[in-house]
């Protein structure tokens, strides 16, 4: 634990835009840690969909319900999310939790779920943390908050090379940057640009360029007078 307030880095965008990957990384290059607002509204969506009731069914009380199954655990370099004390990683990418993430993410109840049990890990660490409103809702205080943005048929390229660890045809691109494009739509009142966010559009940039830069203005950040 730092014997001083943790700093915050808030990382937003839309999906496959590059935030948990880029705030893994940058986390790494720093020795923070990352911590993934996303997977707990996947884990919560996980949780629901396991007990096997119809989505239209799902009542905000019950899915907040699923929260004492939920757990961070802080690792070297990043906190896990864990259902039931266990990781369940590709349980929650996978298409039935992405399917009903964004709706479940829509519940006002979920939101403070979630937003406080990020919070609370940010009180004990230095972290990254990336999501759609971790600059806006979350940590409006943040010494940086950076909002990375993509073409939708790059971030389609990128998810489905990442998925099937080979590079993808343009059809299956084409299919994908819809998915994307209906998700985008779908998040859309939750993806909030800070005001004093960082724009940065990784369309024409390597994954390691993107890091660089962040790492560089955390670094600019912490020499000024005024940081936390
Ligand atoms: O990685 P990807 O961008 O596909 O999604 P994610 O970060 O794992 O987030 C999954 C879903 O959670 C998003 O589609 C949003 O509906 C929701 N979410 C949100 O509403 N607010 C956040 N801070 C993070 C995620
Ligand atoms: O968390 P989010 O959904 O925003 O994206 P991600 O899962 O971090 O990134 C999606 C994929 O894009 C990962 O495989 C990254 O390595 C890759 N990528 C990138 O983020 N930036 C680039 N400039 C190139 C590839």
């Avoid at 559009?201 to 390691?208: E, G, N, S, V």
């Amino acid at each position: 634990m730092p014997d001083r307030k943790p700093v915050v880095i808030a990382i937003d965008g839309p999906a496959a835009s590059g935030k948990s990957s880029t705030s893994q990384w940058v986390a790494e290059r720093l020795g923070w840690l990352h911590v993934d607002s996303g997977s707990l509204y996947r884990a919560l969506t996980a949780a629901m969909v396991r007990t096997g009731r119809p989505p239209e069914t799902w009542s905000g009380a019950e899915i907040v319900a699923q929260g004492p199954r939920i757990s961070l655990r802080a690792e070297k370099t990043s906190f896990s999310t864990l259902i039931d004390g266990e990781p369940a990683d590709d349980e929650i990418r996978g298409g039935a939790v992405t399917a009903q993430v964004s709706r479940v993410a829509q519940v006002p109840e979920v939101r403070a779920w979630v937003n406080a049990r990020v919070r609370q890990a940010a009180e004990s660490h230095d972290v990254v943390v990336d999501g759609r409103d971790m600059g806006t809702a979350v940590f409006p205080d943040a010494p940086l908050k950076v909002f990375l943005v993509a073409d939708s048929w790059e971030r389609a390229r990128r998810r489905l090379t990442q998925r099937l660890e080979r590079g993808p045809t343009d059809d299956e691109i084409a299919e994908e940057t819809d998915l994307i494009v209906q998700r985008d739509a779908k998040d859309a009142t939750q993806t909030l640009q800070a005001k004093d966010a960082v724009l940065l559009d990784t369309t024409y940039l390597t994954q390691a360029e993107q890091v660089e830069r962040i790492v560089a203005l955390a670094h600019a950040v912490s020499h000024r007078p005024d940081a936390t």
